[in-house]
């Protein structure tokens, strides 16, 4: 299994930013997908993630209303749509896999990871 994340980038404050996690080898459709992120010092947290088969989806309320989360089943992909982004979102973000039922926030919980693509945002 191969979690590649990328769209990255530097932003201004408010701004928005479409992350994208092309997955690769996954056996079953029946992954649940999430997004994480790890500011400098600071622990990673979960940030956004879907069921891939059934397209549920959920979000701590950090950034609820703000970060969307889909997925494109045709091309393996998961997106992460970041709108009204502040400078607490600067951070490394990662895309993994689980395949556990239902979801967690656990980065434990998950059995793959990503790279990680860094988002920064100027105040």
């Known amino acids: 299994v191969q979690l590649q994340a990328s769209g990255g980038g530097l932003v201004q404050a408010g701004g928005s930013l479409t992350l994208s996690c092309s997955a690769s080898g996954l056996t079953s459709s029946n992954y649940y997908m999430g997004w994480f992120r790890q500011a400098p010092d600071k622990e990673r947290e979960f940030v956004a993630g879907?069921?891939?088969?059934?397209?549920?989806?959920g979000y701590p309320d950090s950034v609820k209303g703000r970060f969307t989360v889909s997925r494109d089943n045709a091309k393996n992909t998961v997106y992460l749509q970041m709108n009204s982004l502040k400078p607490e979102d600067t951070a490394v973000y990662y895309c993994?896999?689980?395949?556990?039922?239902?979801?967690?926030?656990?980065?434990?919980?998950?059995?793959?990871w990503g790279q990680g693509t860094e988002v920064t945002v100027s105040s």
């Open positions: 993994a896999a689980g395949r556990g039922r239902g979801m967690s926030y656990y980065t434990g919980w998950y059995d793959y």
């Open positions: 879907i069921r891939w088969s059934s397209g549920n989806t």
